[in-house]
């Protein structure tokens, strides 16, 4: 499948406009835009646990402010889909043969689930208990699980994202 120029530039402008100089000597263009983008899926997926938080929280008042959680339900469920949109152009970027292939379709398959479970809350804490244990759970072992495709990413070459100090970041 053919990535047009223009994606891979956004995100490889996007790493480097957020202060993350990227060291990758003898990495190609594509393992370095699927680095990132992996990345950049991590960082999705804290926005999706605070948002599964965010619920919760929500959810532990009484009575449920049903604004609020309407609210929250919607970020969340945007923040599963541009987390699925990144895994996508994650999967269409990755070189034939990269190891962290598996991984993106096992990712793939966990993000089903969430979208799943995300749309299926309905602001009554007792119903939605279960499916937030669940997020929570599953969207750290989604972390994880990226953590791994990150390595195995870039496996055979020099790729180094250098981070700001969390109290400098902004």
Not at 50 to 78: C, R
Not at 107 to 120: I, V
Not at 143 to 153: M, S, V
Request: glycine share 8%; with cysteine.
């Amino acid at each position: 499948m053919h990535i047009s120029a223009l994606p891979l530039t956004l995100l490889l402008s996007t790493t480097a406009a957020q202060g993350w100089p990227a060291h990758h000597a003898g990495c190609s263009e594509n393992v370095v835009a699927l680095a990132s983008g992996i990345h950049l899926n991590i960082n999705g997926q804290w926005a999706e646990y605070n948002g599964t938080l965010k619920i919760v929280d929500i959810e532990s008042a009484s009575p449920v402010n049903q604004t609020d959680f309407l609210i929250a339900k919607g970020e969340l469920l945007s923040d599963i889909q541009a987390g699925m949109n990144i895994r996508l152009f994650n999967q269409q970027m990755a070189p034939p043969g990269n190891a962290a292939i598996p991984g993106l379709a096992k990712y793939a398959a966990a993000q089903q689930t969430e979208q799943a479970l995300a749309e299926g809350l309905t602001g009554v804490p007792s119903e939605d208990k279960k499916a937030l244990e669940s997020l929570e759970s599953d969207i750290m072992a989604g972390i994880k699980l990226n953590e791994k495709n990150l390595k195995k990413a870039s496996q055979g070459c020099d790729f180094t994202l250098s981070f700001p100090p969390a109290d400098e970041s902004g």
